[in-house]
């Protein structure tokens, strides 16, 4: 089955740094674009960072430009979102998100289950 399971997520200081994981199993994942999304309570869903599937892209929300990076290892079928510079409103759980087209229009999105970033004194 389809698994991807987030890890790394922890109380920081503002200021700080944090690095979250993703490690995915169950389809072919160099095939899929990756994304980082986060939500906190009470608000929506937002895209934070995202890699094409060869690494060769990626797209930053512009709140986190400059401060944030996403990397994938193909033979490792991982996904990193490495945090600096934290700051409070960073606080949100964390999701990974996996998406593909097929050439015939089927469309495949695999979630994790988060995992929480709290940025505070």
């Known amino acids: 089955q389809v698994q991807l399971v987030e890890s790394g997520g922890g109380l920081v200081q503002p200021g700080g740094s944090l690095r979250i994981s993703c490690a995915s199993s169950?389809?072919?994942?160099?095939?899929?674009?990756m994304s980082w999304y986060r939500q906190a309570p009470g608000k929506e869903r937002e895209l934070v960072a995202s890699?094409?599937?060869?690494?060769?892209?990626?797209n930053y929300a512009d709140s986190v430009k400059g401060r944030f990076t996403i990397s994938r290892d193909n033979a490792k079928s991982t996904v990193d979102l490495q945090m600096n510079n934290l700051k409070p409103e960073d606080t949100a759980a964390y999701y990974c998100?996996?998406?593909?087209?097929?050439?015939?229009?089927?469309?495949?999105?695999?979630w994790g289950q988060g995992t929480q970033v709290t940025v505070s004194s």
């Open positions: 998100n996996a998406k593909k087209t097929t050439v015939s229009g089927m469309k495949y999105d695999y």
């Open positions: 169950g389809f072919i994942f160099r095939l899929y674009a």
């Open positions: 890699i094409s599937s060869n690494g060769g892209s990626t």
